[in-house]
């Protein structure tokens, strides 16, 4: 069948053998993020919505798995996957009558994670991998580009989730720009802030691919580890640096139409192609 909706196996850092499930069109977001590696987002967009047919979604997945067995499947994509309203149905749909055995991850911006609704649909994931880079509005602001939305958003959001009834991992993502959120000062704030979270992991990650401004400078990784140490100073716990994209040694099959979808959201270099697909 031709697939337009899910993607991948994605060269991830982090899942292994992740299969991309996108919900939204391109570029969905209520965020238009300078770091983002899916490009600016041209169109804010604020209310959830079906963005595409929930059944051609739940069919692609379906038939893939008969092919592939991921690590995960992952919602992710051209956006902001908890706009979509279709989000916990298909959650559903993967666990209840596909019985997949695998796991379910969610990689969000956090801002909608204060809506009651969404963290309702999100319970059955494993995995759901929240943003949270700073707390201070102007540094939100610089990064996000936001207009109706505020880093309390955010701040509500994550507060949220880890007070709800979700039994899954968290793993928290901060994305550390050199020159915007890479002070003490920020670094202070969110260590007190986190003394207070539930989550099982702070993952400290930086520019690995091309994003939406150009002109961004990753941080150095000497600066990353400086950037832990300091955290842990502080109590933080469970603090890691995103590793490297490791080699497989059994490497994947290409699917077309999953490659094509992949390469389509973002840019990808040859050597993390050839660390997972088979020449």
Avoid: W
Wanted: with cysteine.
């Amino acid at each position: 069948m031709k697939y337009k909706h899910v993607f991948g196996p994605v060269p991830s850092r982090r899942l292994g053998i992740s299969l991309g499930v996108d919900l939204v069109v391109n570029k969905s977001c209520n965020l238009n993020c300078i770091f983002c590696e899916c490009g600016a987002t041209t169109e804010i967009k604020e209310l959830r919505q079906s963005f595409k047919d929930k059944e051609e979604i739940k069919n692609e997945i379906k038939n893939i798995l008969k092919e592939l067995t991921p690590d995960y499947i992952t919602f992710s994509g051209s956006g902001e996957p908890t706009l979509s309203k279709d989000l916990g149905e298909i959650i559903l749909y993967i666990k209840n009558e596909l019985k997949y055995n695998g796991r379910i991850a969610l990689i969000t911006n956090s801002v909608l994670l204060n809506d009651d609704k969404v963290i309702e649909e999100i319970q059955k994931c494993d995995l759901i991998v929240p943003t949270l880079n700073t707390l201070r509005e102007e540094v939100f602001q610089k990064i996000s580009r936001s207009e109706n939305i505020s880093i309390e958003n955010v701040k509500k959001g994550i507060e949220k989730l880890s007070k709800s009834d979700y039994k899954g991992e968290i793993f928290l993502e901060l994305f550390i720009l050199e020159n915007v959120n890479d002070d003490e000062k920020n670094l202070e704030e969110l260590s007190d802030f986190l003394k207070n979270i539930r989550y099982d992991k702070l993952q400290i990650n930086t520019i690995a691919r091309m994003g939406a401004e150009k002109n961004l400078k990753a941080v150095s990784h000497e600066k990353l580890i400086s950037i832990k140490e300091f955290l842990e100073e502080r109590k933080v716990r469970n603090v890691e640096i995103i590793a490297k994209l490791k080699e497989r040694e059994e490497k994947i099959d290409i699917n077309t139409d999953l490659f094509n979808n992949m390469i389509e959201k973002r840019s990808y270099s040859d050597e993390e192609i050839n660390k997972i697909y088979k020449k």
